[in-house]
């Protein structure tokens, strides 16, 4: 018995020419607030069109874990989009947090929880061309638990907030 090959979103990054920039949206489009990474994407893919952006590359994905390895190879600058539930700040609270000595790993982390954190550290302990810089844009959401539900509208709200943060990022 063959073991299954992984579903992937889209196909694998080209990391042979590294790219400047590559905006990384997570989430998971069938879990209400969850969307908003994707919808993200999509926004600027619309925004951006063929302006001759060829050296910023568009990633939606539901992976996560040791999966997002794959995305963050071959790019000098990484902007990932997500949402967060901190319980410290109201639904559609947008925070960016830049790379810094406070991402290291705490205590108790597990070979079974892999998260984007940890997968950086381990691109980069692995010697792998990870990301050098890494921004992240991401919202306070209310709901990402209920499926096949619509954004709240607080996250709705801040859709093109979090898409023009994201153009400032690229400098567009």
């Keep these: 018995m063959r073991p299954a090959e992984?579903?992937?979103?889209?196909?694998?990054p080209d990391?042979?020419?590294?790219?400047?920039?590559?905006?990384?949206?997570?989430?998971?489009?069938?879990?209400?607030?969850?969307?908003l990474g994707f919808r993200v994407a999509?926004?600027?893919?619309?925004?951006?069109?063929?302006?001759?952006?060829?050296?910023?590359?568009?990633?939606?994905?539901?992976?996560?874990?040791?999966?997002?390895?794959?995305?963050?190879?071959?790019?000098?600058?990484?902007?990932v989009v997500d949402t967060v539930v901190t319980g410290r700040a109201a639904p559609g609270t947008i925070y960016i947090i830049e790379e810094n000595e406070d991402w290291k790993a705490g205590p108790g982390t597990s070979a079974h929880y892999v998260g984007l954190f940890?997968?950086?550290?381990?691109?980069?302990?692995?010697?792998?061309?990870?990301?050098?810089e890494v921004v992240i844009v991401a919202v306070e959401a209310a709901d990402v638990v209920s499926v096949g539900g619509s954004m709240t509208e607080a996250v709705e709200a801040v859709l093109p907030v979090v898409v023009s943060e994201v153009q400032a990022l690229l400098g567009e």
Excluded: K, W
């Design 15 to 35: 990391t042979s020419h590294p790219l400047d920039v590559r905006v990384l949206c997570l989430g998971n489009d069938l879990l209400a607030d969850d969307a």
């Design 6 to 12: 992984p579903v992937r979103s889209e196909p694998l």
């Design 42 to 79: 999509r926004a600027l893919r619309r925004e951006l069109g063929d302006r001759g952006r060829s050296s910023v590359d568009i990633v939606e994905t539901p992976e996560s874990g040791f999966a997002l390895l794959d995305h963050l190879q071959g790019v000098r600058r990484l902007v």
């Design 118 to 132: 940890e997968a950086l550290q381990a691109g980069r302990a692995m010697g792998l061309p990870v990301a050098e």
